[in-house]
């Protein structure tokens, strides 16, 4: 049943608790969820999950979405924020670890090591080359994994203060970083 109905009317009907507006949504963003999803994460069965989440949430969430909102952006910046969330939770699992030590166990490890604590040495030295409050705004938002808007709580800043510390910041730390700054991301990931 494809609705020919635009986003707009389908946001009004789903907060007016229409499951059939939900079924209409589902019906035009599924699939492409589906297709983004598999993109970034190879198991289709946790796709599959992450592509019902996000559909879960929309309806958790109905009142909150404003009429205004593009459905398509909403849904796209959740199944991000559900494939992230997936990520981190593989990167902690018990099996990723052990993975890791059999993999450090094949290597020889101490080179690799002495390379790894170089990388993470130079990567604490370009941060705390930067500005006091750029340099705050990148400890708390990369390592500490705040949102921005805790972080500007604890910094009594205000929110775009902080997102424009962060962009500068980890502009900065591109800079100085140069190449290296790749696996600079991927540091927080397995830390």
Known sequence: MRTGKDETTLIAELKQDSQQAL????ERYAGRLYAFGLQYCKSRECVEELVEDTFVWLWTHRQSIRQSNSLRAV???RMRHFLINAYRTTVNSVEF???L???GR???GDTDWLEYDDFVRMVHDAIARLP???RRVVQLSR????SNHDIARRLNLKEQTVKNQLSLGLKALKQMLGPAYGLYSLLFFVN
């Open 101 to 103: 030590h059999y993999k």
């Open 97 to 99: 670890e052990d993975y």
């Open 143 to 146: 390592m500490e994994r705040l």
């Open 132 to 134: 006091e409050t750029q």
């Open 106 to 108: 094949l290597t020889d």
């Open 23 to 26: 079924r209409g949504i589902y």
């Open 75 to 77: 849904l796209f910046i």
